[in-house]
């Protein structure tokens, strides 16, 4: 009988101190969370750029993130298409209307030894013809994505952004990201672009009026 | 006309080709005189924040529940039907992330990286299941966790693997827990999630490779049942520990031991401990004289594991990308002439100073130093433990789980034919 009572005086002793240190630990990480205080670039919120999705001092009381992409950072590489869980890629091209030229040499559409300016495939830079070329009024078109043939391998971006505006910029679709733990894009993206960001301020694009940001689709 | 303009775009791409000025309005904004009215950009809200909050209901709710079912009500049918009911919405619903194995990391990196804030969900996946074992035993394991619930349902014809296997696999767990920790605390990768062979199946959507791994996983657990939680589960190390000091623990009777040995097969896991009866108990001066070697060897194994780890903590930390980058500013991965790799002209394009990337690839290095002592002292103190246990021989008279490996899923308990005593004052039947 003293023995039992040994073991289990024992017993109770480490799971009471494994309690405390559980309590503990929880302690600091959600203080952490919601000490706002002050912002300092990169210490209090995870790569913060101060991209205008930041409340602090109340900011970050366990904010919900989502992976988001930095169009300043994206290098336009590809490697979005083949790194993602899913596939096709959550990662898509994005256009933003706002910054257009409406050119009708448009850098992100068409193929840089393009002979020809028409819709014809052989002169398009999209590998699954996903942007769609329309005329509006002389000499302005119209170019929309049609997401779901989307891969998100940038090669649009990269001609827009270097011939063009930079109006197609590249983004996390949230209607396709599951939301890993550690996206497997971020592991392998060499300019560093991917950071979390808050759920209710989940995109990351330039040129967006915050005023656009209303026009939300659920 | 259109030739030439061609050829000029041409040009100028090429020029331009290098040049990240990205969100330059080189070419003016249009006015529209048609009464052309500019689409909106569609952005598509992700999944609604107080969903967060309700996993988390979710996952007390079935722990408290499993938990009920096991130590109280001790059923096994019910155990089962809630691992079904975890299996659906933690698995195919939730589609497995954020998950308990997986928030090891996010807490090894957020109790070392001041910068990363853990999500509400990712603390309470990880507190939670342990707080539950630590009072009612591995009931996480039993019902709530959906790796374990996958492999429950394809284990048809669980064979006994033998102490000799079962030992040496066993000792992988201790390793995937080692190096997910210094892995995910150096900021480096996240290995649980990566190699998560169960994932995929529910997104419906995974490389090669992780599905060779399911179904391996799954084929051979027809055979071995729980192939992953006893030979791969890191958390499952956790729980282990947790469960060995919990207050209460699922028993195969409800009362007392008759030594029937009906439960004798009746685990699939070889989880039961049988009575050993001691032959010759040891003499105080032979009890003594292990004990010392032991406190000897103990602190030696942990030192010889952790210098030894130490040795090689430059390879392992070169797949961490900060260091990747450093190597490739020293030794650049293609010859001159031919194009950079991106690595490189993202971080010219960035515009960092070289001096900046290689200190940070030296706390890095640093990091990974003092990580591969401590990996190597843990596992060092895994056989230390190991060889005590070994040394030592424990006498039992009655037929109990394992505390240790036990899952708590309640199958030996309708192998006893003992009955629960008629309530009397003592209604509390402890193990």
Known sequence: MAKQNRREFLNTLCRGTILTGLAAASGVLVFRSMAGGHCEIGTSCNSCKKSGSCDLPEAMLFRQTVWQLDPAKCIHCGRCAENCVMSPSAVKVVHVYAMCGYCDLCGGYLKPDTQTISTAAENQLCPTSAIKRKFVEDPFYEYTIDEPLCIGCAKCAKGCDAFGNGSLQMQVRHDRCVNCNECAIARHCPADAFSRVPADKPYLLQGIEPKDESKQKS | ?431
């Open chain 2, 1 to 431: 006309m259109k030739k030439t303009l061609a050829l000029l775009f041409l040009v100028i791409l090429f020029t331009l080709q290098y040049m990240n000025a990205s969100g330059i309005q080189r070419f003016p904004k249009p006015e529209f005189e048609s009464g052309y009215v500019q689409p909106d950009t569609l952005i598509p809200n992700p999944r609604a924040e107080v969903l967060a909050y309700l996993d988390i209901a979710v996952l007390l709710m079935a722990l408290s529940v499993v938990s009920w079912l096991v130590i109280k009500k001790r059923s096994r049918k019910g155990v089962f039907w809630m691992s079904l009911f975890a299996l659906a919405y933690f698995g195919f619903y939730r589609e497995g992330c954020v998950c308990s194995i997986g928030s090891i990391q996010n807490v090894s990196l957020a109790l070392f990286d001041k910068t990363y804030l853990i999500s509400i969900s990712a603390l309470v996946f990880f507190v939670a299941p342990l707080v539950y074992t630590l009072f009612f035993g591995r009931t996480f394991c039993a019902g709530v966790c959906p790796f374990g619930a996958m492999q429950d349902l394809v284990s048809f014809s669980p064979q006994k693997i033998g102490l000799r296997l079962n030992t040496v696999l066993g000792i992988i767990p201790y390793l995937y827990l080692g190096f997910a920790v210094l892995y995910a605390a150096t900021g480096t990768d996240f290995m649980i999630c990566r190699y998560d062979p169960f994932v995929g199946i529910w997104r419906m959507n995974a490389s090669f490779g992780m599905f060779v791994f399911a179904a391996v996983l799954l084929i051979s657990g027809i055979f071995i049942a729980r192939p992953y939680c006893r030979f791969l589960c890191p958390y499952g190390v956790l729980l282990n520990w947790a469960s060995r000091i919990s207050r209460r623990h699922m028993s195969i009777t409800p009362a007392e031991c008759i030594q029937c040995r009906l439960c004798e097969n009746s685990c699939p896991y070889d989880a039961i401990d049988m009575p050993v009866t001691l032959r010759n108990p040891e003499d105080k001066r032979t009890m003594a004289r292990k004990l010392i070697l032991i406190t000897l060897l103990i602190p030696l194994l942990v030192f010889v594991g952790g210098w030894t780890a130490s040795l090689v903590s430059e390879p392992l930390a070169s797949v961490n990308a900060k260091v990747r980058l450093a190597k490739q500013i020293i030794n650049p991965l293609t010859p001159e002439g031919k194009p950079e790799t991106f690595e490189i002209q993202a971080f010219k394009s960035a515009g960092k100073q070289q001096s900046q990337a290689f200190t940070e690839a030296a706390e890095v290095l640093h990091d990974f130093y003092i990580g591969s002592w401590i990996l190597g002292g843990f596992i060092g103190l895994f056989f230390g433990v190991f060889v005590a246990k070994r040394m030592t021989s424990r006498h039992r008279t009655d037929y109990t789980p394992n505390k240790g490996n036990c899952f708590s899923c309640a199958r030996c308990i309708d192998f006893c034919p003992v009955k629960m005593p008629e309530l009397t004052e003592n209604k509390e039947v402890v193990a």
